[in-house]
C-alpha cells in the first residue's frame, strides 16, 4: 500500500500522521506532503518532541510539497488530508485513488501525552 498524508505546510500534523502510520503498518510505503509549504521551512520541533514521548520516529529536515510529490503521487493508493481543499488539487493533478479528509481537530492540544 503507497499512502499520502497531506496537510497545508508539512511541518507538523503530516509528518505525524506519516510517522503514526508507518509505525502501524511497516510494510506500507507512507510519505508526507503539504499543500502550501512555506519555502525553506523545516518540520517542527515540537513535532518531533511529541512523536518521540509517543515512540515515533520524525526525521528533521525540510517540509516536502504536493508539487515535488508528484511521482509518489502518481502511484498512490490513499491519501490521507486534513484540507478539505485537497480534493479539488488532487483530482486537477490526476489523482485518482481513494481520498479520505481527516478534521485537523484530531490534532489539537488535548490530545498530547
Known amino acids: 500500500m503507497n499512502v499520502g498524508v497531506l496537510c497545508t505546510f508539512n511541518q507538523a500534523r503530516s509528518p505525524f500522521g506519516a510517522a503514526i502510520l508507518k509505525t502501524l503498518c511497516p510494510n506500507w510505503n507512507v510519505w508526507s506532503a503539504g499543500l502550501t509549504p512555506k519555502e525553506g521551512s523545516q518540520i517542527s520541533d515540537l513535532a518531533i518532541t511529541v512523536a518521540n514521548k509517543w515512540g515515533l520516529e520524525i526525521c528533521k529536515g525540510k ?6 510529490r508528484r511521482e509518489s503521487l502518481q502511484s498512490c493508493d490513499l ?3 486534513t484540507e478539505p481543499i485537497s480534493r479539488e488539487l488532487l483530482s486537477s493533478m490526476g ?5 479520505i479528509i481527516i478534521d485537523s481537530n484530531l490534532f489539537h492540544s488535548d490530545i498530547l501525552p
Do not use: T
Request: with cysteine; net charge negative.
Open 63 to 68: 517540509c516536502h510539497s504536493l508539487e515535488n
Open 79 to 81: 491519501i490521507i488530508s
Open 95 to 99: 489523482f485518482r485513488g481513494e481520498i
